[in-house]
């Protein structure tokens, strides 16, 4: 098997027209698409050093670079590993902040679209790579439902996504009256409340306050506030802890080290201010 080919334009090239190009370019969201798909597999360096793409890295969906564990491997056999930080326009590196945010020492790869390797390559930086004219060199689309739906008549296509849209909402269905018959139907609404507050990055934990803190406990909440409205702090938080939590869990100590905080400052300031 040959050498995955490097994507982008030559240094010289990318020089010679980057505001031209980049006026045809997708957004940042496509180009992170087409490197989580995996359909750039190489890349060429502003000093015109070719990479291969051995491992992309994972999503970062917060705060950061865009892909964190990145496995590159140069054209001379040594590998580059770190992150990886996507713009459309090479100068947003420094535009954006990164060149003095902490979080990003770690970047070992910066990839653009477009922009000028001499004036965006400064001490520190880690190495560019720019995509100019890349949309015409990339590999197609690997996913199966891409590949299949040009071949599909707009009725057929259109009956399938119904079909799987049905499907999908019957298992969701199923999924909530198994849950209401173990749990109830308020702590079913409870949990996918919280579920759905949660997004995709923060549904674990969200799921995991509504076993802490189930909606039995979170009910006594009005009847609490005026038990404790003139009692001290420390008593605030010892029957705040017995109405939130079970005898079996962790001592306060212990229990300070996660949810805790969060829910009796919250808890403390609206007793302080009835």
Known sequence: MGRPKAIGASPKAALASPSSAAKALPGEAALHRLWRERRIPAVRLADGAAVTVVFPGWPNTGSGPDFTGAVLRRADGRELR??????VQAGDWCRHGHHADAAYQAVALHVAWSGSPAGNIT???PPLALLT????????????????APLMAEAALGAALDAEGDRRLEAKASAF????????????????ILAALGYSSNQRP????TQRLPW????????????????????????????????SAASPAQTAQTMTPAILTALGRGMAGS
């Open 82 to 87: 770190g992150d990886v930080e996507m713009h």
């Open 216 to 247: 039995d406990r979170v009910r006594r909440t009005p009847l609490l506030l005026r038990r404790t409205r003139r009692a001290s702090p420390w008593k605030r938080f010892s029957w705040a802890r017995q109405a939130f939590f079970p005898p």
């Open 123 to 125: 001490e520190g930086q």
């Open 133 to 148: 004219g890349a949309g015409e060199n990339l590999p197609p689309d690997p996913r199966p439902c891409v590949r299949h």
């Open 177 to 192: 009256a198994a849950s209401i018959a173990a749990d109830g139907s308020e702590q079913t609404l409870y949990a996918a």
């Open 206 to 209: 969200f799921a995991e306050l």
